[in-house]
């Protein structure tokens, strides 16, 4: 479905709305502008929630930190990640995954930025520099 820019910026402020003066966005205010738009039915009400429903996965993703480690983290390696994401940036819900694949190291994904420290890249890395 084509959402056109017009939709997309109703979306948009629709979002705005929903983001707390702390800058973190407000599950409560999101799901009652969400059932709003679905009992009102505004005209491409469709498109809308579409929009609307983008913009709220794109604020999670971005305010949730994906760790991937090799091996279990214990709570204390764990507590040290969260400080240095923290004082990055606040507010982060944490995911924490283990992928025996990255042979050793982690992988830290915040929304689009990835930071990749496992020993798999830098072995993929050094074979296609040979």
């Given at each position: 479905?084509?959402?056109?820019?017009?939709?997309?910026?109703?979306?948009?402020?629709?979002m705005?709305?929903?983001i707390?003066?702390?800058?973190?966005?407000?599950?409560?205010?999101?799901?009652?502008?969400?059932?709003?738009?679905?009992?009102?039915?505004?005209?491409?009400?469709?498109?809308?929630?579409?929009?609307?429903?983008?913009?709220?996965?794109?604020?999670?993703?971005?305010h949730?930190?994906?760790?991937?480690?090799?091996?279990p983290?214990?709570?204390?390696?764990?507590a040290?990640?969260?400080a240095?994401?923290?004082?990055?940036?606040?507010?982060?819900?944490?995911?924490?995954?283990?992928?025996?694949?990255l042979?050793?190291?982690?992988?830290?994904?915040?929304?689009?930025?990835?930071?990749?420290?496992?020993?798999?890249?830098?072995?993929?890395?050094?074979?296609?520099?040979l």
């Amino acid at each position: 479905m084509k959402i056109s820019k017009e939709v997309q910026a109703q979306a948009r402020r629709l979002m705005r709305l929903c983001i707390g003066a702390d800058g973190l966005m407000d599950e409560s205010i999101v799901r009652q502008v969400a059932d709003k738009i679905a009992a009102d039915k505004p005209r491409n009400y469709l498109a809308l929630l579409t929009a609307f429903t983008e913009l709220v996965r794109l604020e999670c993703a971005a305010h949730t930190a994906t760790i991937t480690s090799a091996v279990p983290l214990t709570e204390a390696e764990q507590a040290a990640i969260q400080a240095k994401l923290n004082a990055r940036q606040a507010g982060l819900n944490y995911e924490w995954q283990v992928d025996s694949s990255l042979i050793a190291g982690l992988t830290v994904k915040v929304g689009d930025n990835v930071t990749d420290a496992s020993v798999r890249t830098r072995i993929e890395q050094l074979t296609k520099t040979l």
